[in-house]
């Protein structure tokens, strides 16, 4: 690889300053009760960063009682609605004036390339506050013309004490994706980051009290999900929780609602995203399309474009293109300016992506560049393709989460659909033509909750995100993801 004889220049900032890694409950930090913590890791070295303090149940009913007091004083949900919004800006603010510490956390955290840990992560998670910053003070009901001398209007009230349990792919974005809408709607919040990468969280932390948040609104619980994240999903005075995850997980998470207080549940799942080139498509425009969809973030996006369906007639050109442009991705040192992909987040979820590679050839997928682990410390692997694929197989079905794409071979429009909706997943779609009528009868036949049509990836706070079928629940981001924070209460007064 081209990593493995390039000489580092490094990026990073100068500072290495570590955040907090205590549990933020009423805007203190504290141990856990029981004073377990857990190591956090580097994935580009394989060695412990630090040690954060590891939530237990106990800790998550102390964080639900002061997120219950808050909403019970009124400091959040009663506050003017053009003051929480200050208080957000305040945040998105602080989170740029921070922006090289953040990124720097991202990539020691995560693993991400630095560069983008700065220009997108940062950028987009600062976005996304100001962004619902600007909804608090437009969050209102109607009034409703009904029959009889009655006057009769809507409400939107915040839900109550919200649980948020986010995965480690976009830590601090994904941060933002939940804090943000559920903030702007009132609600007080619970949320536990992934063990795999708490650090970005509990910095934003520490800036959402120096913007002067009232305690208690934000609760920040980093922990495992056998502990802390099944007792948020359970608990009985959590009146929402919202999830970014595993289907497996999302399922386990809606039965143990389910299993107690009937709370709402948001659930946002995997996907298996079909990308579809056709023979008239601006070939490099979809050549790096599909490379971006698949292997952006090592790989590590629930959207990933991992099914690339090719029209036959230009099958053969496009496999020697996008094998070139694999051939040429850096991997290596994720604090490197050149460095286009960093390592996997961790040894397990690289042995899984492996073992998926490994059954491929297995089911007769034909290994057109990649596999290998790289050679070196930490948790690296090649940008991977497999030509030949069949839907059926499980590298076309089940989600890998890693950098691997698999490409189809297709002839015919609606065979093509029909192979696109062929998944349990239903989350995006992409679709790459010059021809605008066809380009709209695959946006409206594909069953997913997102479809870009000469692009990818394409995700903004002002536009929803979410997924059909097996992907989800629910929609986040946009007035729509508002909507999923806020409860409806119809008023009606005789007159
Ligand atoms: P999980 O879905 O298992 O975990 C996501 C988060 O949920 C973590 O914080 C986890 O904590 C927590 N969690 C786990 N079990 C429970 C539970 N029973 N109740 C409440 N919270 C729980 O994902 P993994 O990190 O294990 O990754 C496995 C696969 O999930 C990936 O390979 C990928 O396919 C998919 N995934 C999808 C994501 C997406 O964006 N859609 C994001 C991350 C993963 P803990 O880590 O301690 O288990």
């Known amino acids: 690889m081209p990593s493995e004889v390039m000489q580092p220049v490094s990026c990073a900032p100068e500072t290495n ?23 956090t890791v580097n994935p580009a070295t394989g060695e412990e960063i630090c040690r954060v303090a590891s939530a237990q149940a106990e800790d998550v009913e102390r964080a639900v009682q002061a997120a219950r007091a808050a909403l019970a004083r009124g400091t959040w949900r009663k506050l003017n609605a053009s003051e929480r919004g200050r208080l957000l800006y305040q945040l998105a603010d602080l989170i740029e004036e921070n922006a090289e510490q953040l990124a720097m956390l991202e990539t020691l955290d995560n693993g991400k390339p630095y560069h983008i840990a700065k220009n997108l992560d940062v950028t987009k998670t600062a976005a996304c506050y100001r962004y619902f910053a600007g909804w608090c003070d437009k969050i209102h009901g109607k009034t409703i013309p009904i029959d009889g001398s009655f006057l009769c209007y809507t409400r939107l009230e915040p839900i109550g004490v919200i649980g948020q349990i986010i995965p480690w792919n976009y830590p601090m974005l994904m941060q933002a994706w939940k804090l943000a809408p559920a903030l702007a709607a009132g609600n007080t919040v619970v949320m536990k980051p992934s063990e795999l990468t708490p650090l970005s969280a509990l910095r934003i932390g520490e800036l959402i009290v120096e913007a002067g948040f009232p305690e208690g609104v934000v609760n920040l619980l980093p922990g495992y999900g056998s502990t ?111 460095t286009e992909q960093g390592p996997q987040i961790g040894e397990a979820q690289l042995h899984r992506i492996l073992g998926y590679v490994e059954y491929a050839s297995v089911e007769g997928a034909t290994l057109a560049y990649g596999g290998r682990r790289l050679a070196r410390q930490g948790y690296f692997m090649e940008p991977t393709i497999f030509c030949d694929v069949r839907n059926e197989m499980r590298i076309a079905q089940e989600e890998i989460f890693g950098p691997v794409m698999c490409v189809l071979p297709f002839t015919d429009m609606d065979a093509v659909i029909e192979q696109a909706n062929d998944t349990q997943f239903g989350l995006a779609a992409g679709a790459w033509t010059r021809d605008v009528a066809r380009a709209h009868s695959v946006a409206a036949a594909i069953r997913a909750g997102t479809v870009w049509i000469n692009c990818y990836n394409v995700l903004v706070p002002s536009a929803p995100f979410g997924g059909f079928k097996q992907s989800g629940n629910t929609r986040e981001l946009g007035e729509d993801g508002l909507l999923h924070y806020s409860e409806v209460k119809t008023v009606t007064l005789k007159l």
Request: aromatic share 8%; proline share 3%; with cysteine.
């Open 17 to 39: 300053a570590l955040p907090q890694t205590k549990l933020l409950i009423n805007n203190e930090w504290c141990s856990s009760v029981s004073g377990e913590t857990f190591a």
């Open 228 to 338: 802390a994240g099944t007792a948020i999903a359970r608990h009985p005075d959590i009146d929402k929780v919202a999830f970014t995850g595993s289907t497996a997980t999302g399922r386990a998470i809606q039965e143990a609602a389910a299993g107690s207080n009937l709370k709402r549940v948001s659930l946002e799942l995997g996907g298996k995203s079909p990308n579809i080139i056709f023979a008239d498509a601006d070939l490099d425009a979809a050549v790096q399309g599909a490379y971006a969809g698949a292997f952006s973030n090592q790989g590590q996006v629930c959207c990933a474009g991992t099914r690339v369906f090719v029209e036959r007639s230009i099958y053969d050109k496009f496999l020697e293109k996008i094998v070139a442009r694999a051939r040429e991705r850096v991997v290596g040192d994720p604090f490197d300016t050149k």
